[in-house]
């Protein structure tokens, strides 16, 4: 097959984490996968962007910038030019996301899909925003759309309900999901920390952003709750038919009234299938004891439970987030994306 042709939309921790990731990996992929590639077109909002239809040098925009004297290529492109490009099969893309409108990604994602190309991202908002409208385009174009990373990032939760939990019904699916949040409630637990506290330890160790609010407010949960609704259990669901409630009202007074009771405050985002065949949606604080597998979730460590009719629970736990992690979600997704393509020529 012809070499898959790839733009890199943002290259941030993430993205960067990507392409360091593809370089490492280059002979594996072609020897085991049979993927071949090349890097047409990075491009950055601070780091400016370069576009060269006959690759461009990954290892040295890895240890320089897009903007390196030795890359050779057309400069000064938007993302959008880049999309519009013949010579582009896929797009990587890494950009912030944007509960509220869906922003950039989300413009991303309906162009590129639109054009035909294949659109892989760690991007929550278009999934949770626009999921149905993005999967049909992606559909109607034969093209794949990957989001793996937007749940775990690089570990293993979409991929491990569809692929790997094959003709299983979900009862349930609970999960930590946010490594700040249980950082914060873990410091208050172990060291006696209050919440504004424990707080600016984690913004200070960069565990959470200057404005936290995504994190502590339970948002950034509520997208994955959604995605994994609508990804997962086949449900037409948005962000407003999520109950979610954050840890602005939990004090240090209620994680010690909790560990005499030997249990522990974890934020849970939560999918519950009811009697009448409806799915429950919720992120909110849970009182779980030693026999949840989410009470030993520690530090910004992820994990979700899914609760089956066929295996009954199964846990997967591990990075929730991180520039390599995330990397990884989009190079699974590639080689996916790279088996769709086989099937399809």
């Not at 490492?24 to 950055?44: G, P, R, S």
């Not at 209620?254 to 409806?278: F, Y």
């Not at 846990?315 to 393509?341: I, Q």
């Amino acid at each position: 097959m012809k070499k898959l042709r790839i733009a890199v939309i943002g290259l941030g921790v993430v993205g960067t984490g990507f392409l360091t990731l593809l370089d490492e990996k280059k002979e594996v992929l072609e020897d085991k996968y049979d993927l071949t590639y090349d890097v047409v077109a990075v491009c950055d909002k601070m780091r400016g962007s370069i576009y060269n239809p006959d690759g461009l040098d990954v290892s040295l925009i890895l240890k320089e910038s897009p903007m390196a004297d030795g890359l050779e290529g057309t400069r000064g492109l938007s993302s959008f030019d880049i999309i519009k490009k013949p010579e582009v099969d896929v797009v990587i893309e890494a950009t912030p996301t944007n509960l509220k409108t869906g922003g950039v990604g989300l413009e991303h994602a309906r162009r590129a899909l639109s054009a035909g190309k294949h659109f892989i991202s760690t991007n929550k908002a278009p999934p949770a925003i626009a999921y149905k409208e993005l999967t049909d385009i992606a559909k109607n174009n034969n093209v794949y759309y990957g989001f793996e990373g937007t749940i775990l990032s690089g570990t293993p939760a979409i991929s491990l309900a569809i692929h790997g939990l094959p003709a299983s019904e979900f009862k349930s699916i609970r999960g930590v999901l946010n490594g700040t949040t249980n950082f914060i409630l873990e410091r208050m637990e172990n060291d006696g920390m209050d919440f504004d506290e424990a707080l600016l330890l984690a913004q200070s160790k960069g565990y959470a952003e200057a404005d936290p609010s995504s994190d502590i407010d339970g948002w950034d949960v509520c997208a994955k709750v959604v995605i994994m609704a609508n990804n997962m259990l086949g449900s037409n669901m948005t962000p407003d038919d999520v109950e979610v409630r954050g840890l602005r009202n939990i004090g240090l007074s209620d994680v010690e009234a909790a560990k005499k009771k030997k249990m522990r405050i974890k934020m849970v985002g939560s999918l519950t299938r009811k009697d009448n065949g409806g799915i429950k949606a919720c992120v909110v604080p849970e009182l779980v004891d030693r026999s949840d597998p989410l009470y030993h979730v520690h530090g910004v460590t992820n994990a979700l439970v899914f609760d089956t009719d066929t295996t009954d629970t199964v846990t997967v736990m591990g990075p929730g987030a991180g520039g390599r992690s995330a990397g990884y979600a989009m190079l699974y997704d590639l080689v996916e994306m790279h088996r769709h393509r086989k099937r399809l020529y």
